[in-house]
Every structure is written in structure tokens, then in C-alpha cells.
């Protein structure tokens, strides 16, 4: 079976990403995938086949596939059931649908609240540095699946660290909505059984449980390989129609 590995925020060093699993880590026959903040958007369509083109003989010869998550720094074009772009070694992954990569059921939910938002558009020079739909799109409790492996997602649940705060370049509106992000991930921790759940978004390390749920937070380009499923009940919740999971 291949290997499965996590990585935190890229920010549009897609070319470091592949350098450091390859070189670094001698990572291959694997597949990775990135927690968000990708940084797709910020250039045309071409530029990004431009760069996947300058990568591709390294994932092939190193039989890598790299998935991506919704990030609040990534265009939400791309993450849609008819994205932008696809490419047989690179795709981008859709929110709220679960995945069956490497053996593990993977429930995907992008997006958050950036914390720097002051007002209008920042605007670089072939982009923006935000969307006004960069929040997670939320779902009725009802439509969550019932039991995955591992969570994926950009922010985290109040539960999970960092400990929410506000910034002082943060306005109030701005930081309601951050809360109400973190609220909904919450709810889904409590209504989803999964055994894992990994995140990036805040650039630091952090780990930790709920329950015996076990949650990671993975830095700015670093890599971690997922754990072997469990066979048990992590959260000692019971199915839907009562049985034992």
C-alpha cells in the first residue's frame, strides 16, 4: 500500500514542496497532502501549469500525487466539483466530501477567516490576497458522515490548540466570524467519529486529544506520515442507529 503523508501551509512554494520530499525526506510511492494554503489564485491558470510542468518529472520518477485543501489564502474556484485546473499528480480537493486515499477515509473541510482583513481588497499584482468566500461552507449537522478515519481541515475546532484570541489588527466583525468557524468545526468534532484529525493554518506546532481522538497541527511545509488506522471506537460515540462503532 502507499504511503500517506500530511503537510502544512505551502503559500505558493510548490517547487520547496516537492524539493523537500524528495531530497529531504526521501519521500516516494506516496501521497501527499496539503492542509491548506496551497496559494493557488494569486497568478493566471497558466502560471500554475507552468509549474506543475517544471515538477512533474520529479513525481514520476518519485510516484508522488499531492492533493490540496482549501486554505482562506486560496481561490475557492479551484475546489469545486469542475475546478479550474486538474492534473493527473496534483488535484484539488472538495469541501465537505469524503475520500478513500491510501486505505483511510478522509473527510475534507477547507477554508477559514483570515485574521488580517481590514477592509476591501488587497490586491497583488495578478491577485488578491483574500476571497469573500474564503469561510468554511457550512452543512446542515444532519449531512456529516457518520464515521471516517481522519478529519482534515485548514482552522480547528475551540477545542483544539491554539487557544483563540484576537489580534490587534484583527476587527471585531472579523474575529466574531473566527469564532463562529471554530464553533462549527466543534460541533463537527462532536458529530463525526473519526480516530484523527490533522490541521495547518496557524504555523506552529501543536498536538494534543479529545477524547481519544488524537489532532496534530502541522507548521509551514512540514511533513508527517499518517498513522495506521485504528480498530476501535476513538470516541466511544454510538452509531446512528444505536449500535456499537
Known amino acids: 500500500m502507499r504511503d500517506l503523508y500530511f503537510c502544512g501551509d505551502v503559500h505558493g512554494k510548490f517547487r520547496e514542496l516537492i524539493f523537500k520530499a524528495t531530497q529531504k525526506y526521501k519521500i516516494e510511492h506516496s501521497d501527499i497532502i496539503v492542509l491548506g494554503d496551497f496559494g493557488v489564485g494569486f497568478h493566471k491558470q497558466e502560471y500554475y ?79 488578491v490576497d483574500w476571497w469573500r468566500d474564503e469561510d468554511i461552507k457550512r452543512i446542515p449537522i444532519s449531512d456529516l458522515p457518520n464515521k471516517v478515519d481522519i478529519i482534515l481541515s485548514h482552522s480547528a475546532p475551540i477545542s483544539f490548540e491554539p487557544v483563540i484570541k484576537r489580534f490587534e489588527e484583527t476587527p471585531l466583525y472579523q474575529y466574531e466570524k473566527i469564532l463562529e468557524e471554530r464553533k462549527y468545526l466543534s460541533e463537527i468534532l462532536k458529530n463525526v467519529v473519526a480516530d484523527y484529525w490533522f490541521y495547518g493554518h496557524y504555523h506552529h506546532y501543536y498536538s494534543g486529544s479529545y477524547g481519544e481522538l488524537l489532532y496534530r497541527c502541522l507548521p509551514e511545509l512540514e511533513f508527517y506520515l499518517a498513522p495506521e488506522p485504528k480498530n476501535h471506537n476513538p470516541q466511544g460515540k454510538e452509531e446512528k442507529d444505536g449500535t456499537e462503532k
Open 49 to 127: 501549469v507552468q509549474e506543475y510542468n517544471r515538477v512533474l518529472k520529479k513525481l514520476e520518477k518519485y510516484d508522488l500525487n499531492i492533493h490540496v485543501l482549501r486554505g482562506n489564502h486560496d481561490d475557492p474556484s479551484y475546489f469545486t466539483d469542475q475546478p479550474k485546473l486538474d492534473f493527473p499528480r496534483l488535484h484539488f480537493l472538495v469541501d465537505h466530501k469524503v475520500y478513500e486515499i491510501c486505505g483511510r477515509k478522509l473527510y475534507i473541510v477547507g477554508g477559514a477567516n483570515s485574521t488580517d482583513i481590514v477592509c476591501g481588497d488587497f490586491k497583488r499584482t495578478e491577485g
